[in-house]
């Protein structure tokens, strides 16, 4: 029996100092978790540099935006491909926070950009085809030329990592980084298989679900070996082809990768965000919210995966995301 006023016994102590040690521990989880989310700029003030890399294979300059922090690195490599039509400065939102956080992010122009005056309209299928298949090279060509990039900007001299290199990309530039990142397809004739050959990036990032295109199969990203981050919403759609003659699927030999996928799910989220990238000529309205929650989990995911940061990774497999967005957003992996 205890007497009032007497100490707890040696048992009842131990008991409370490890409730105390878990209490702790959890709370210190928590912050650590929430700490991840980095949806306020980073320590770094992004520096811009634009040029056209020379291609000869393709008989053109490759026009490229590099965003990098003004500070020695080295610094993880993003390669970002634009989704189809786009004009080139209508990611910047995403781009130049990544490079506030510790990245270089490569934008390169791709032949179908607004901003090179391109548009699909009345254009011969075969040749929309094969510019929609030009993307990839551009994508490998970059990998190809970075040191050509750092002799037309000397700045980023020791500060390309290629060690860590990240394909990323929307909409159709959603395929055509994971057409770069080990994807194989097959149409559904039978007639072909879709391959290309890459193997140089390390991880995967996708805005928009490229499952919710018609031509696709369910969850294409399930089949890369990659870690991967899918950020969607419950109106992410982009343009279909009506059930057109095109259908992809995965070849009968496809072996699904273990590797983790990180799944976004943002409530009213559309495919532009509200006219804020890719396109202007949408209905709206502006989704300022959704952008700053996918840059925020995906600098998280950019941390934890290549940059091994413990903190980035637990917040990824927590329940953070749904309480700090009071539930617009939830994370989970699949």
Not at 91 to 112: C, E, F, N, T
Not at 306 to 311: H, I, L, T
């Amino acid at each position: 029996m205890r007497v009032a006023g007497s100490a707890p016994p040696k048992s009842h102590m131990m008991h409370s100092r490890i409730i105390g040690l878990i209490v702790a521990v959890c709370w210190a989880a928590s912050a650590a978790a929430s700490d991840a989310y980095k949806i306020d700029p980073g320590p770094f003030e992004p520096v811009v540099a634009e040029i056209g890399l020379p291609f000869p294979k393709l008989d053109k300059q490759l026009p490229l935006r590099i965003a990098y922090p003004g500070v020695p690195g080295p610094y993880p490599v993003i390669v970002f491909s634009h989704g189809g039509g786009c004009p080139k400065d209508m990611y910047l939102r995403l781009s130049d926070h990544w490079a506030s956080h510790g990245y270089v992010v490569i934008l390169p122009v791709h032949a179908d950009s607004r901003s090179l005056l391109a548009s699909f309209a009345g254009m011969d299928p075969r040749a929309m085809g094969q510019l929609v298949y030009n993307r990839r090279y551009d994508m490998q060509h970059i990998l190809d030329s970075l040191d050509a990039i750092e002799a037309q900007v000397p700045e980023l001299a020791g500060r390309l990592d290629r060690d860590h290199l990240i394909a990323a990309g929307h909409s159709m530039g959603g395929a055509t980084a994971m057409a770069v990142s080990g994807l194989v397809l097959q149409e559904s004739s039978g007639q072909f298989v879709d391959r290309f050959d890459e193997d140089r990036f390390d991880v995967l990032l996708l805005i928009g679900d490229p499952g919710n295109r018609d031509f696709m199969p369910e969850a294409p990203w399930r089949a890369i070996a990659l870690p991967t981050l899918i950020v969607t919403g419950s109106d992410d759609y982009g343009q279909n082809f009506g059930g057109g003659p095109i259908k992809l699927g995965f070849p009968e030999d496809t072996q699904f990768a273990k590797t983790p996928n990180h799944y976004v799910f943002i409530t009213d989220m559309d495919h532009y965000m509200g006219g804020l990238i890719c396109r202007t000529d949408v209905s709206g309205p502006l989704d300022y919210d959704a952008v700053v929650i996918t840059r925020g989990v995906s600098t998280a995911f950019l941390d934890a995966y290549a940059k091994d940061n413990d903190e980035a990774r637990l917040f990824l497999s927590s329940d953070e995301l749904a309480e700090l967005t009071d539930g617009r957003a939830t994370l989970e992996e699949r």
